[in-house]
């Protein structure tokens, strides 16, 4: 795996995903791709009003409609052209070497599943209103679908100067324990690794494997195991410390689970304020 790409989709959160893209870039020293899809489901659909015209006007509207559509799918794409060359000019301020260009009409998520072998983290922004509860968010279906490393980020992005690792001691957590510990990209940064758990000898267990793990990385590592509701007592923590990057395992539970009880992964995005990198 080698590129970093960052999903640059023209709205006001391009320019957080492309900083918080050329970050990574440059602490993984790994090349950057930006990457722009024009997806089906925003692309011009061709009209259809044969059945609403009369027979002699019907084939020069069609016409004129299909010519139309041929334009504004033009437009689209040379917004697009535009949307990624300020996206390639703020990530080469930022210190990234010819970021890479690349444009795609289809669908998003096929598109990253095509590149998924190359895709060593995938930057995206975080839209709050695409985001439900349950079954329905694009940004979702994209972190449930592909096994790459996911940065989401919010409106703005600020380099992180402390990480909390949310810990549950479950097969994923330690997955992204071990993830954190060998890879560049968190490498000098202190490390909260919060367990919301029971105070019991076996929550202390598994928070001695991860601390151990992380020292053995040479990771400056905080442990804290705390009571309460998992999500709450996560977000309290960061306040109280003042982490603005989380770390967690992505969806460890089954779809069927989330649909019925709602799925921490999910609301833990929606509710953060920093960026959350998400690990299968």
């Known amino acids: 795996m080698s590129d970093v790409i960052a999903c640059i989709d023209g709205t006001s959160l391009s320019t957080a995903v492309s900083d918080a893209a050329a970050w990574a870039a440059l602490r993984l020293d790994a090349p950057l791709q930006l990457l722009h899809v024009l997806d089906r489901a925003e692309s011009p659909t061709p009209h259809d009003l044969s059945g609403s015209i009369g027979f002699d006007s019907r084939e020069l509207l069609l016409q004129e409609l299909a010519a139309l559509d041929e334009k504004r799918g033009k437009i689209a794409l040379e917004q697009g052209r535009l949307m990624l060359e300020a996206a390639a000019a703020r990530a080469v301020a930022d210190g990234v070497t010819a970021p890479q260009q690349r444009q795609r009409h289809g669908d998003l998520i096929e598109t990253l599943v095509e590149q998924e072998q190359s895709t060593r983290l995938l930057v995206m922004g975080k839209h709050d209103h695409h985001l439900h509860r349950h079954i329905g968010s694009r940004l979702e279906s994209v972190v449930r679908t592909l096994h790459a490393p996911i940065l989401v980020t919010p409106p703005t992005f600020q380099p992180p100067q402390r990480v909390m690792i949310a810990f549950d001691g479950s097969t994923t957590s330690r997955k992204a324990v071990d993830r954190v510990a060998g890879s560049p990209l968190l490498r000098g940064l202190p490390v909260h690794l919060v367990m919301v758990a029971a105070d019991t000898p076996a929550h202390h267990n598994q928070l001695a494997w991860a601390r151990h793990t992380l020292e053995a990385n040479e990771v400056s590592v905080t442990t804290a195991l705390v009571p309460g509701e998992v999500e709450r007592a996560l977000c309290d923590y960061r306040q109280q410390q003042g982490v603005d990057l ?31 990198l998400l690990l299968r």
């Open 246 to 276: 989380m770390v967690m395992g992505a969806y460890g539970h089954s779809v069927i689970r989330r649909f019925l009880v709602g799925s921490t992964t999910t609301n833990m995005i929606r509710d953060a304020t920093i960026p959350v």
